[in-house]
C-alpha cells in the first residue's frame, strides 16, 4: 500500500543511504536464515492438508521456537525499531477512535473509545509475547465495530442482556479459531489467491473512502433548522478537508527538494500525528469552534467520563456494569446458542481479515528471513479473544493496511529502476518483537491521557480516515490497471500487466469482474440490516 512509513527513506541507524543486500550481522550476533517465500509455504501446505490434528501447529512451533530469543535481540537499526514503533502505535490509534465512535453509536454508549483502546492494548500484548510471526498488528476493524454493533441489535431479538449475550458471541468465535488451528483448517487460506486479496484490499478502500465522506457530510444534510448546528457541521466539513490535505501532502515529503532528509523522512512517517495536532489547535479559535457556552460545537471525540475512572463505559444515570460478565446472567438456552451466528460471522470475517494481513505483512517483497507460523498465529488470535468476551471488550484481528506498513516501516530500504519504473527494494528488515508490544502498551498510555483525546475533533479522524483509504487505493493494482486503462496505448508503462499480456481485453474483463465483486462485498458490508433496535430500559 502506497501510505507513510517511518522508515521511508534507505536510511540506516545513522540516516545514510544504503544498498546494502546483507541482511544479517557479520559478528554472528543474529542468526542466518534463508530468505521465506510465502509460495513456498503455499505449496507445502495447500495439497489436500486438512484435518490434521495438530500438525500445523507443531511444524509451526518447530519452525518459531527456535528462534523466540532472537526475536527480543537488541535490532540492528535501534532507531528504524523506535521510528516503526510510534509509528504502528499513531495508524493504529486514529482508526481505532473512529471505529470507537461507530461503536458507541451502533451499542448505544455501551461498547465506547475506553473499551476498544483497553482491547487494543490487551490483545496486542498477548499477540507480541505468544504469536509465532510478531509483525502482525492486531486491532477492531471497520467490519468488527459494524458487525458488533448488528449483535447488539440481535441480542435484543432474544431477549437477553447484551454483554452476556457478548460473551457467548465471543466464547463460541474462540472456540471455532481454536478448532480450526488444531485441524489444520488454516490450510484454506492458501486458497486465498491474489484475486481475492487484491478484491478485499480494494473494498477496504472504497470502504475507508465512503465512510469517511459519508461523516463528512451527513450532518449538513440531516440538519435543516438549527443553523448553530449546520455551521458545526461545515466547520467539521472543512477540518476534515484540510486534515486530509495536510496528510497527504507530507505523505510525499521525501520527494521535496527541501529540507534535510531527516526532516523530510519525519514529515513523512508522522503525517497523520502532525495534521492531527495542527487540525485540533486550529479547531479551537473563535470562530472554528463554533461553540455557544457549551452548545453546538463541533463534534470531538465522545468520551463518557473524563478523567476515566478505568470502569467500564455507561450511560450518565445508567447503572454500573461489571468488569466480569456472570455467562447466565439475562440469558436462556435459545439466546446462548443464538449467538452462534454472529460468532460464525465474526469467525470468518477474522479468518479472512487476519490471514490476508497476515499474508500481505509476509509478502516476499519484504524479504524476511524468519518462516511464518499460521495456524499457531490462529490459535493465539483465538485465546485474545477470551478475555474480550470476559471484560465485554470488542476483540480484534490483523489490520489491513497498518499490519503490512508496520512491516514497511521496520525496512530499509533502495530504489531501483525496473522495467522502466522506479521500484522501491527491501534489503533488510527488522523481525523483532519489541516494536508490537511497545506499541500495544501505548494504548495503556493513551487511556491515562483520555482528556487529550476527547480534544480531537471529530472531522479531523474523518479526514484522516479518508487518507487512509485514498493512500490504500493509490496502491492498489485493481487502481493501477483501472487508471491504465484510461491512458492511450504507447503512454501505457511496460511493466508486466502491460508487456506480458497477450491481450489487452482479457485485462480489462478481469478487472471489471474484481471491481463488481468489489462493489457487491462493499453493498452488502454497508447496508444489509439485521436485528433489531435495542431498548436499554428493558434491562
Not at 435543516?224 to 496528510?247: D, H, K, M, N, P
Not at 493509490?474 to 511493466?495: A, C, V
Request: charged content about 15%.
Amino acid at each position: 500500500m502506497a501510505t507513510t512509513s517511518p522508515a521511508a527513506s534507505e536510511s540506516g541507524e545513522n540516516g545514510t543511504t544504503t544498498t546494502s543486500t546483507e541482511p544479517d550481522d557479520k559478528d554472528g550476533s543474529h542468526p542466518k536464515h534463508v530468505n521465506w517465500d510465502i509460495s513456498t509455504e503455499a505449496s507445502t501446505t495447500a495439497n489436500g492438508r486438512y484435518f490434521e490434528f495438530l500438525t500445523g501447529m507443531q511444524e509451526d512451533l518447530r519452525a518459531r521456537i527456535p528462534l523466540y530469543a532472537d526475536d527480543w535481540k537488541r535490532p540492528k537499526s535501534f532507531i528504524t525499531v523506535l521510528n516503526a514503533t510510534f509509528f504502528a502505535f499513531v495508524v493504529q490509534l486514529i482508526p481505532a477512535l473512529i471505529f470507537a465512535e461507530l461503536l458507541d453509536k451502533n451499542t448505544e454508549g455501551n461498547l465506547a473509545t475506553a473499551e476498544v483502546l483497553l482491547s487494543a492494548g490487551i490483545i496486542g500484548v498477548i499477540y507480541a509475547l505468544l504469536s509465532g510471526q510478531p509483525l502482525v498488528l492486531l486491532g477492531i476493524t471497520g467490519p468488527v465495530a459494524i458487525l458488533l454493533g448488528k449483535s447488539y441489535g440481535l441480542a435484543g431479538q432474544y431477549d437477553a442482556d447484551y454483554f452476556t449475550f457478548f460473551w457467548w458471541l465471543c466464547i463460541w468465535t474462540a472456540i471455532l479459531h481454536i478448532l480450526t488451528a488444531v485441524f489444520g483448517l488454516v490450510n484454506f487460506v492458501w486458497q486465498i489467491t491474489p484475486f481475492s486479496t487484491q478484491i478485499f484490499e480494494f473494498f477496504i478502500a472504497m470502504s475507508f473512502i465512503f465512510e469517511s465522506i459519508r461523516d463528512l457530510v451527513r450532518d449538513i444534510h440531516l440538519v435543516e433548522e438549527q443553523s448553530e448546528e449546520r455551521s458545526a457541521a461545515y466547520a467539521s466539513l472543512v477540518i476534515g478537508i484540510l486534515t486530509f490535505y495536510i496528510c497527504w501532502t507530507l505523505h510525499f515529503a521525501e520527494t521535496w527538494v527541501h529540507f534535510s532528509r531527516q526532516l523530510r523522512t519525519f514529515l513523512t512517517s508522522y503525517n497523520m500525528m502532525i495534521a492531527v495536532i495542527i487540525m485540533t489547535g486550529l479547531s479551537y479559535l473563535p470562530g472554528v469552534a463554533q461553540d455557544s457556552n457549551g452548545e453546538h460545537g463541533i463534534h470531538r471525540v465522545r468520551i463518557h467520563r473524563i478523567p476515566w475512572d478505568w470502569q467500564p463505559t455507561t450511560e450518565q444515570g445508567a447503572e454500573a456494569r461489571p468488569w466480569l460478565t456472570n455467562p447466565l446472567d439475562g440469558i436462556d438456552a435459545k439466546g446462548i446458542f443464538g449467538a452462534l451466528f454472529p460468532a460464525f460471522m465474526l469467525y470468518l470475517l477474522f479468518f479472512i481479515d487476519h490471514n490476508i494481513s497476515s499474508i500481505l505483512t509476509q509478502e516476499p517483497k519484504f524479504n524476511l528471513t524468519k518462516p511464518p507460523a499460521y495456524h499457531w498465529d490462529f490459535f493465539v488470535l483465538g485465546l485474545t479473544i477470551i478475555p474480550c468476551g470476559l471484560m465485554g471488550l470488542p476483540p480484534g484481528s490483523g489490520l489491513i493496511p497498518q499490519a503490512p506498513l508496520h512491516t514497511r516501516a521496520l525496512c530499509t530500504r533502495a530504489h531501483k529502476r525496473i522495467d522502466g519504473v522506479q521500484r522501491e527494494i527491501v534489503t533488510h528488515c527488522e523481525e523483532q518483537r519489541w516494536s508490537a508490544l511497545i506499541q500495544a502498551m501505548l494504548m495503556f498510555v493513551a487511556l491515562s491521557l483520555i482528556r487529550v483525546i476527547s480534544w480531537i475533533p471529530v472531522g479531523c479522524l474523518d479526514g484522516v480516515f479518508l487518507y487512509l483509504g485514498v493512500g490504500a487505493m493509490h496502491g492498489n493494482e485493481i487502481w493501477e490497471r483501472i487508471s491504465l486503462m484510461f491512458m492511450y496505448k504507447k503512454k501505457r508503462p511496460p511493466i508486466p500487466v502491460v508487456a506480458k499480456t497477450s491481450s489487452w481485453r482479457v485485462v480489462q474483463c478481469y478487472t471489471a469482474v474484481q471491481v463488481g465483486l468489489s462493489l457487491i462485498t462493499f453493498g452488502i458490508a454497508q447496508f444489509a440490516t439485521w436485528g433489531k433496535k435495542r431498548n436499554l430500559s428493558a434491562h
